[in-house]
T-cell receptor, first 112, second 113 residues
Framework: DAGVIQSPRHEVTEMGQEVTLRCKPI?????LFWYRQTMMRGLELLIY????????DSGMPEDRFSAKMPNASFSTLKIQPSEPRDSAVYFC??????????FGNGTRLTVT | AQSVTQPDIHITVSEGASLELRCNYS??????LFWYVQSPGQGLQLLLK??????LVQGIKGFEAEFKRSQSSFNLRKPSVHWSDAAEYFC???????????FGGGTRVLVKP
Protein backbone atom coordinates (compact mmCIF):
# COMPACT_ATOMS: atom_id res chain seq x y z
CA ASP A 1 0.00 0.00 0.00
CA ALA A 2 1.51 3.30 -1.11
CA GLY A 3 0.04 5.35 1.70
CA VAL A 4 -1.17 8.93 1.44
CA ILE A 5 0.97 10.90 -0.98
CA GLN A 6 1.38 14.64 -0.71
CA SER A 7 3.18 17.04 -3.01
CA PRO A 8 5.24 19.07 -2.90
CA ARG A 9 7.12 18.24 0.32
CA HIS A 10 8.35 21.80 0.62
CA GLU A 11 7.00 24.99 -0.88
CA VAL A 12 8.52 28.45 -0.56
CA THR A 13 6.60 31.32 -2.05
CA GLU A 14 6.25 35.06 -1.78
CA MET A 15 3.36 36.82 -0.16
CA GLY A 16 0.49 37.32 -2.57
CA GLN A 17 1.23 34.28 -4.70
CA GLU A 18 -1.14 31.40 -5.22
CA VAL A 19 -0.18 28.09 -3.60
CA THR A 20 -1.63 24.69 -4.46
CA LEU A 21 -1.04 21.64 -2.29
CA ARG A 22 -1.88 18.20 -3.59
CA CYS A 23 -2.94 14.93 -2.03
CA LYS A 24 -3.52 11.40 -3.24
CA PRO A 25 -5.39 9.34 -0.62
CA ILE A 26 -5.09 5.62 -0.07
CA UNK A 27 -7.02 3.75 -2.71
CA UNK A 28 -10.46 2.73 -1.49
CA UNK A 29 -10.63 5.22 1.36
CA UNK A 30 -13.81 7.28 1.43
CA UNK A 31 -12.79 10.10 3.78
CA LEU A 32 -10.16 12.74 3.17
CA PHE A 33 -9.01 15.33 5.69
CA TRP A 34 -6.80 18.43 5.47
CA TYR A 35 -4.99 19.49 8.66
CA ARG A 36 -2.65 22.37 9.39
CA GLN A 37 0.10 22.13 12.03
CA THR A 38 1.77 25.14 13.63
CA MET A 39 3.72 25.63 16.83
CA MET A 40 1.16 28.06 18.17
CA ARG A 41 -2.07 26.27 17.31
CA GLY A 42 -1.04 22.62 17.02
CA LEU A 43 -3.02 20.40 14.65
CA GLU A 44 -6.16 21.99 13.25
CA LEU A 45 -8.71 20.34 11.02
CA LEU A 46 -9.37 22.58 8.03
CA ILE A 47 -11.87 20.57 5.99
CA TYR A 48 -12.92 17.02 5.32
CA UNK A 49 -14.61 15.19 2.46
CA UNK A 50 -16.72 12.05 2.31
CA UNK A 51 -17.01 10.36 -1.08
CA UNK A 52 -15.51 13.48 -2.69
CA UNK A 53 -18.14 15.79 -1.15
CA UNK A 54 -17.05 18.48 1.34
CA UNK A 55 -18.76 17.78 4.64
CA UNK A 56 -17.32 20.30 7.07
CA ASP A 57 -15.20 23.29 6.13
CA SER A 58 -15.68 25.18 9.38
CA GLY A 59 -11.95 25.04 10.04
CA MET A 60 -10.96 26.86 6.87
CA PRO A 61 -9.51 30.08 8.21
CA GLU A 62 -10.52 32.51 5.48
CA ASP A 63 -11.94 32.82 2.01
CA ARG A 64 -8.37 32.76 0.76
CA PHE A 65 -8.41 29.02 1.42
CA SER A 66 -10.27 26.59 -0.81
CA ALA A 67 -10.22 22.82 -1.22
CA LYS A 68 -11.49 20.51 -3.91
CA MET A 69 -11.76 16.80 -4.47
CA PRO A 70 -12.60 16.23 -8.13
CA ASN A 71 -12.35 12.45 -7.82
CA ALA A 72 -11.65 9.73 -5.28
CA SER A 73 -7.91 9.76 -5.87
CA PHE A 74 -7.03 13.44 -5.78
CA SER A 75 -7.55 16.54 -3.67
CA THR A 76 -6.11 20.04 -3.66
CA LEU A 77 -5.85 22.76 -1.06
CA LYS A 78 -5.35 26.21 -2.54
CA ILE A 79 -4.36 29.45 -0.87
CA GLN A 80 -4.84 32.62 -2.88
CA PRO A 81 -3.34 35.05 -2.08
CA SER A 82 -0.87 33.59 0.38
CA GLU A 83 0.30 35.46 3.49
CA PRO A 84 3.26 34.89 5.85
CA ARG A 85 0.88 33.71 8.60
CA ASP A 86 -0.10 30.80 6.36
CA SER A 87 3.36 29.29 6.90
CA ALA A 88 2.81 25.86 8.43
CA VAL A 89 2.92 22.15 7.72
CA TYR A 90 -0.18 21.00 5.90
CA PHE A 91 -1.20 17.37 6.26
CA CYS A 92 -3.60 15.32 4.24
CA UNK A 93 -5.10 12.19 5.79
CA UNK A 94 -7.51 9.56 4.56
CA UNK A 95 -9.61 6.89 6.20
CA UNK A 96 -12.05 4.11 5.45
CA UNK A 97 -15.32 4.71 7.23
CA UNK A 98 -14.29 7.47 9.60
CA UNK A 99 -11.86 8.06 12.39
CA UNK A 100 -8.80 5.87 11.89
CA UNK A 101 -6.72 8.36 9.93
CA UNK A 102 -3.70 7.61 7.78
CA PHE A 103 -1.52 10.67 7.31
CA GLY A 104 0.75 11.77 4.52
CA ASN A 105 4.19 13.18 5.23
CA GLY A 106 2.96 16.74 4.90
CA THR A 107 3.85 19.84 2.89
CA ARG A 108 5.97 22.44 4.66
CA LEU A 109 4.83 25.83 3.36
CA THR A 110 6.90 28.95 3.87
CA VAL A 111 5.48 32.28 2.75
CA THR A 112 7.99 35.14 2.73
CA ALA B 1 -17.37 20.28 22.38
CA GLN B 2 -14.72 17.66 22.82
CA SER B 3 -11.21 18.63 23.91
CA VAL B 4 -7.93 16.94 24.71
CA THR B 5 -5.23 17.99 27.15
CA GLN B 6 -1.70 16.66 27.22
CA PRO B 7 -0.23 18.24 30.36
CA ASP B 8 3.41 17.53 29.57
CA ILE B 9 4.96 19.47 26.70
CA HIS B 10 8.38 17.80 27.04
CA ILE B 11 9.52 14.61 28.73
CA THR B 12 13.10 13.37 28.94
CA VAL B 13 13.65 9.71 29.70
CA SER B 14 16.73 7.50 29.79
CA GLU B 15 17.00 4.66 27.33
CA GLY B 16 15.67 1.50 28.92
CA ALA B 17 13.51 3.36 31.42
CA SER B 18 9.74 3.29 31.43
CA LEU B 19 7.63 5.99 29.84
CA GLU B 20 4.15 7.28 30.59
CA LEU B 21 2.46 10.07 28.67
CA ARG B 22 -0.67 11.63 30.06
CA CYS B 23 -3.84 12.43 28.16
CA ASN B 24 -7.09 13.82 29.54
CA TYR B 25 -10.18 14.38 27.46
CA SER B 26 -13.46 16.18 27.78
CA UNK B 27 -16.48 14.55 26.20
CA UNK B 28 -20.00 13.77 27.37
CA UNK B 29 -20.05 10.08 26.53
CA UNK B 30 -17.42 7.43 25.83
CA UNK B 31 -15.33 8.77 22.99
CA UNK B 32 -13.09 7.06 20.51
CA LEU B 33 -9.48 7.59 21.66
CA PHE B 34 -6.23 7.48 19.73
CA TRP B 35 -2.51 7.88 20.16
CA TYR B 36 -0.36 8.95 17.22
CA VAL B 37 3.42 9.38 16.96
CA GLN B 38 5.21 11.89 14.75
CA SER B 39 8.90 11.57 13.95
CA PRO B 40 10.74 14.67 12.68
CA GLY B 41 9.73 15.57 9.15
CA GLN B 42 7.15 12.82 9.00
CA GLY B 43 3.41 12.50 9.19
CA LEU B 44 1.51 11.04 12.11
CA GLN B 45 1.47 7.28 12.56
CA LEU B 46 -1.25 5.50 14.51
CA LEU B 47 0.08 3.72 17.62
CA LEU B 48 -3.21 2.42 19.01
CA LYS B 49 -6.89 3.17 19.40
CA UNK B 50 -9.74 2.51 21.79
CA UNK B 51 -13.35 2.22 20.71
CA UNK B 52 -14.88 -0.11 23.31
CA UNK B 53 -14.25 -3.30 25.27
CA UNK B 54 -11.05 -4.05 27.16
CA UNK B 55 -9.79 -0.80 28.62
CA LEU B 56 -6.13 -1.82 28.23
CA VAL B 57 -5.18 -1.49 24.60
CA GLN B 58 -2.03 -2.85 22.98
CA GLY B 59 -0.45 -1.03 20.09
CA ILE B 60 2.53 -1.14 17.83
CA LYS B 61 6.16 -0.66 18.88
CA GLY B 62 5.49 -2.08 22.37
CA PHE B 63 3.14 0.70 23.46
CA GLU B 64 -0.05 0.27 25.46
CA ALA B 65 -2.69 2.64 26.77
CA GLU B 66 -5.35 2.39 29.44
CA PHE B 67 -8.77 4.02 29.27
CA LYS B 68 -10.01 5.19 32.67
CA ARG B 69 -13.52 6.55 32.43
CA SER B 70 -13.56 7.82 36.03
CA GLN B 71 -10.50 9.96 35.37
CA SER B 72 -11.31 10.87 31.75
CA SER B 73 -7.83 9.70 30.90
CA PHE B 74 -6.12 7.61 28.24
CA ASN B 75 -2.46 7.44 29.25
CA LEU B 76 0.17 5.89 27.02
CA ARG B 77 2.90 3.64 28.44
CA LYS B 78 5.97 1.74 27.36
CA PRO B 79 7.97 -0.42 29.79
CA SER B 80 11.39 0.20 28.25
CA VAL B 81 12.10 2.98 25.77
CA HIS B 82 14.51 2.80 22.88
CA TRP B 83 16.39 5.72 21.33
CA SER B 84 14.11 5.39 18.30
CA ASP B 85 11.11 6.32 20.47
CA ALA B 86 12.26 9.94 20.52
CA ALA B 87 9.40 11.74 18.76
CA GLU B 88 6.29 13.77 19.40
CA TYR B 89 3.20 11.97 20.63
CA PHE B 90 -0.36 13.11 20.11
CA CYS B 91 -3.50 12.00 21.86
CA UNK B 92 -6.77 12.47 19.96
CA UNK B 93 -10.47 12.10 20.66
CA UNK B 94 -13.31 11.51 18.24
CA UNK B 95 -17.06 11.32 18.53
CA UNK B 96 -18.46 7.86 17.75
CA UNK B 97 -21.20 9.47 15.68
CA UNK B 98 -18.92 11.91 13.96
CA UNK B 99 -15.90 11.95 11.75
CA UNK B 100 -13.70 14.61 13.29
CA UNK B 101 -10.67 14.03 15.44
CA UNK B 102 -9.56 16.62 17.96
CA PHE B 103 -5.86 16.47 18.81
CA GLY B 104 -4.04 17.41 21.97
CA GLY B 105 -1.07 19.74 21.87
CA GLY B 106 1.44 16.92 21.83
CA THR B 107 4.25 15.72 24.11
CA ARG B 108 7.80 15.74 22.83
CA VAL B 109 9.86 12.83 24.14
CA LEU B 110 13.64 13.02 24.33
CA VAL B 111 15.61 9.84 25.03
CA LYS B 112 18.97 10.09 26.82
CA PRO B 113 21.60 7.43 26.14
Amino acid sequence: DAGVIQSPRHEVTEMGQEVTLRCKPISGHDYLFWYRQTMMRGLELLIYFNNNVPIDDSGMPEDRFSAKMPNASFSTLKIQPSEPRDSAVYFCASSLGGLTLHFGNGTRLTVT
Amino acid sequence: AQSVTQPDIHITVSEGASLELRCNYSYGATPYLFWYVQSPGQGLQLLLKYFSGDTLVQGIKGFEAEFKRSQSSFNLRKPSVHWSDAAEYFCAVGEPAGNKLTFGGGTRVLVKP
